[in-house]
């Protein structure tokens, strides 16, 4: 079994900063993208950021230049740190994993995290 735990959620005045984080654990041989995602109520979940293993990376227009993707391929992790938050940031964020274990690969979410951006 695989589990996905996010952490690092919180409540922050807008232009505040969070880093949220998220580590995979249990039957792993390797882990290939780690992806955040997001999802505000009444939306869909939309893609954040994404991170190889070999750490190349991809970030959302909407957040460009604001948050940052990275991770530690040693403990199985991946961080977002978020800066300049607006209001718009506020949702709930997933961890999502692409892990080689049981000679396939399986997508695997974390329970979420609540990120809200208010004064």
């Known amino acids: 079994q695989v589990q996905v735990v996010e952490s690092g959620g919180g409540l922050v005045e807008p232009g505040g900063s969070l880093r949220l984080s998220c580590t995979a654990s249990g039957r792993i041989s390797s882990i290939s993208d780690m992806n955040w995602y997001r999802q505000a109520p009444g939306k869909q979940r939309d893609l954040v950021a994404r991170i190889t293993s070999g750490g190349n990376t991809i970030t959302a227009d909407s957040v460009k230049g604001r948050f940052t993707i990275s991770r530690d391929n040693a403990k199985n992790t991946v961080y977002l740190r978020m800066d300049s938050l607006k209001p718009e940031d506020t949702a709930v964020y997933y961890c999502?994993?692409?892990?080689?274990?049981?000679?396939?690969?399986?997508?695997?979410w974390g329970q979420g995290t609540q990120v809200t951006v208010s004064s």
């Open positions: 999502n994993a692409r892990v080689w274990a049981s000679l396939a690969f399986n997508m695997y």
